[in-house]
């Protein structure tokens, strides 16, 4: 191991993290097998970087994990592949950082790390990260669940391509729907008409995955939204626990048709006086 690396990995085992190995990568940690939180690729002058990183992220689907961040040294590299992994960092978590500087970038990534997860961290925790970890590794045992409703206003776009017959009625019918939160967006959801009866109803739980939406549209209409951690992976759950962070701050939640741009359902978090749901 070269001498840079020996501080940078006994930062991360004091706080629970663990060596594993993960393919492509040169060194990669994490709370579990495979699911690295950090992974470090060496860059080449020869192309190979660009191409180790598009194998990792791009030529990977969605649901294989990832590393949550990757950090890629820049020295050396050529222009040209720097600006192809700028491109790709733009859409991953992918820093470009200089050698000497990984033990400081790691950090501050490993703070955020810890606060887009705190709902699994106790309050005033002496080492969070360290029990956030702990917390992770009994996911799929404790199958932590955490569910969130709201009133809200909805603003619907045009739901014609829920009907049949013409008609708005409950149905196998899914349409993939982006939803976005500010630049926070996470993409493929199915949510489908499973009511009619006094308002509508829009559920995603007949999918198989962490994360569950459901739009009720009525007199009173509510928005929630449920984490099932036992099902995630790491970027699964930051993904989420990062739009739900970013729905607090801006109290609106979009979900979007991204092949025409329309909006579909958008809600909006009623407050009372206090700011409080």
């Not at 050529?78 to 950082?97: E, G, P, V």
């Not at 409950?170 to 349409?175: A, E, K, L, N, Q």
């Not at 449920?226 to 990062?242: G, H, L, P, Q, V």
């Amino acid at each position: 191991m070269p001498n840079d690396i020996k501080p940078i990995e006994s930062l991360l085992l004091k706080n629970g993290l663990e060596r594993i190995e993960f393919n492509g990568a040169d060194y990669s940690w994490g709370f579990r097998e495979n699911e690295p939180i950090i992974s470090i690729l060496f860059s080449q002058n020869d192309g190979t970087t660009y191409q180790k990183a598009m194998s990792l992220y791009w030529a990977a689907a969605d649901y294989v994990s990832k590393p949550w961040c990757l950090f890629i040294t820049i020295d050396p590299l050529a222009q040209s592949h720097m600006d192809l992994l700028i491109n790709i960092s733009k859409q991953y978590n992918i820093r470009l950082t200089k050698r000497n500087e990984l033990l400081s970038s790691i950090s501050i990534q490993l703070v955020t790390f810890t606060s887009i997860l705190r709902e699994y961290i106790t309050p005033g925790s002496v080492n969070p990260l360290k029990e956030l970890g702990e917390s992770i590794k009994r996911w799929k045992e404790d199958k932590p669940v955490k569910e969130y409703n709201y009133e809200v206003n909805i603003k619907t776009g045009n739901l014609d391509v829920y009907k049949e017959n013409e008609t708005l009625a409950s149905s196998r019918i899914t349409i993939p729907l982006m939803v976005t939160a500010n630049e926070t967006r996470i993409e493929g959801i199915l949510p489908r008409l499973v009511n009619v009866d006094n308002g509508l109803l829009f559920d995603t739980e007949h999918r198989n995955l962490p994360l569950v939406f459901r739009i009720k549209i009525g007199d009173t209409s509510e928005l929630t939204l449920r984490f099932e951690a036992d099902k995630s992976n790491m970027n699964e759950a930051t993904i989420f626990w990062s739009l739900y962070q970013e729905f607090m701050r801006t109290n609106r939640l979009l979900f979007i048709e991204p092949n025409t741009g329309d909006t579909l359902f958008n809600c909006l978090r009623e407050l009372d006086g206090r700011g409080n749901n």
